[in-house]
């Protein structure tokens, strides 16, 4: 049985930092694509970064520049380095992955807020 489980979320000030992980159980890791999505109350879940199984990586427009994902197959945990935080970052950040990109974490809440 596949399992993602994030982690790291919490409450930062605008034009912080933090780290989110997300660990994988179940499958073989290394052959997944992993990645990162966020949804805001009252707005639609939106995709945020993903890394292959190669290493190559993707990032929505609005996280760019800022967030960083990588991952370490020997932990089978993916990533979200997270930098310059602004109050519209503020989500629940969902990690994503497993067999044929199927699967989901249950979440972690991340506050932007002074």
């Known amino acids: 049985q596949v399992q993602l489980v994030e982690s790291g979320g919490g409450l930062v000030q605008p034009g912080g930092s933090l780290r989110l992980s997300c660990a994988a159980s179940?499958?073989?890791?290394?052959?997944?694509?992993m990645g990162w999505y966020r949804q805001a109350p009252g707005k639609q879940r939106e995709f945020v970064a993903i890394i292959r199984p190669r290493g190559s990586t993707g990032y929505g427009d609005s996280v760019k520049g800022r967030f960083t994902i990588s991952r370490d197959n020997a932990k089978s945990t993916v990533y979200l380095e997270m930098n310059n935080l602004k109050p519209e970052d503020t989500a629940v950040y969902y990690c994503?992955?497993?067999?044929?990109?199927?699967?989901w974490g249950q979440g972690t809440q991340v506050t932007v807020s002074s």
């Open positions: 179940g499958s073989i890791f290394s052959a997944d694509a």
């Open positions: 994503r992955g497993g067999p044929d990109y199927g699967y």
